[in-house]
C-alpha cells in the first residue's frame, strides 16, 4: 500500500507504549494494532486528530506516502 503509518517510530520518540497511547485517546488495542500494522484500510479524522493531539505532532508526521504499485502487494 502506498500509504505507511509511522506510528511506531512516534510512539518510539516518545517513549510511550501503545497501551498507554489507547489509554489517552480512547481506541482500542485492536484497533490501534491494525492501525499500527499498516492493515487499516481507512482512518477517521477524529481518530487521527486524537493521535496527533496526544502524540503532539502532525498528520504527515503519522502517515507517509510512498509511491509504488498497490497491485504488487496486494498480490492482484
Known amino acids: 500500500m502506498p500509504i505507511r503509518v509511522t506510528l511506531d517510530r512516534m510512539l518510539l520518540d516518545r517513549r ?35 493521535l496527533c493531539r496526544e502524540l503532539d505532532c502532525q498528520p504527515a508526521d503519522l502517515l507517509v506516502f510512498e509511491d509504488g504499485d498497490e497491485d504488487e502487494a496486494d498480490g492482484d
Do not use: H, P, Q
Not at 27 to 48: E, Y
Open 16 to 50: 510511550m507504549s501503545l497501551t498507554e497511547l489507547c489509554d489517552r485517546v480512547g481506541i482500542t488495542m485492536a484497533n490501534l494494532s491494525i492501525l499500527k500494522t499498516g492493515k487499516a484500510k481507512a482512518v477517521r479524522f477524529s481518530t487521527l486528530e486524537a
